[in-house]
């Protein structure tokens, strides 16, 4: 008598000989059907991921390339905060907008508050710079997330596959390679999505760490110069 936890679609993948993707799935149990639909839906929502961070990384580090050579190029820095504040701000425009606006605030408060705007600008750049680095790792625990389970919902798929053909072939007590290997295509078939799921997840997780690691240092830099030169400017003022 053949187990309980046998589906019929387990039994049919027994009898065929058709190994097509489609056709696996078909035949599939169910715990292996729900396993392969949730791998593939996260495939389709990493690679999504992926594009859109791709652009993103990418436009952050133009942004920034063009908004250093705006900077360096002598603009006094209210023409420039005039300028940038027209637009969205982004990358080295946030950490620039944040120290200017605190710097005008200064200002206005008169001098009696000089002796502390340092504090608060170095404040407020770090503020800026953790803000735009966490706006660029969103959604990298996504990547790294299916990178590192996709697999092992794939084995489970794969167990749960085995452990069905396996029962199947005991009932039906014969043991040819014709009837074997169906069932162990549809299982192994679930691990195979999750290794293609996880492998461009692990891949792009570590490339956008990487590139999001050197944009933070970066704006790390800017915020360390332009704080050195609004010392400066505060010291002349004092």
Known sequence: MVPSFVTAPA???????????LSLFMQADIVV???????????????????????????????????????WSGEPFEELYDEVTRRETKGLESVFISAMREWKESLKAGPKVMPTVQMRIEKVMDVAVNREVERLESKLLF????????????????????????????ASKNTSL????????????????GLLAAIPAVIFYNKFSSDIARLSQRYEGFADEFGAILSRQIEMRT
């Open 143 to 170: 990547l790294a997330t299916v990178g590192s389970t996709a697999p092992f919902v794939g084995l489970f798929g794969t167990v749960w596959g085995i452990m069905n053909s396996f029962s199947s072939i005991a």
């Open 33 to 71: 059907k729900i396993v392969m639909i949730g791998l593939a839906l996260a495939s389709v929502w990493a690679w999504g991921i992926v594009f859109e961070k791709l652009f993103s990384v990418s436009a952050a580090r133009k942004r920034s390339d063009e908004f250093e050579q705006v900077f």
């Open 11 to 21: 039994a049919v993948a027994l009898n065929t000989g058709d190994l097509s993707f």
């Open 178 to 193: 014709a009837v074997v290997a169906p069932g162990i295509a549809e299982a192994l078939f679930a691990t195979a999505l």
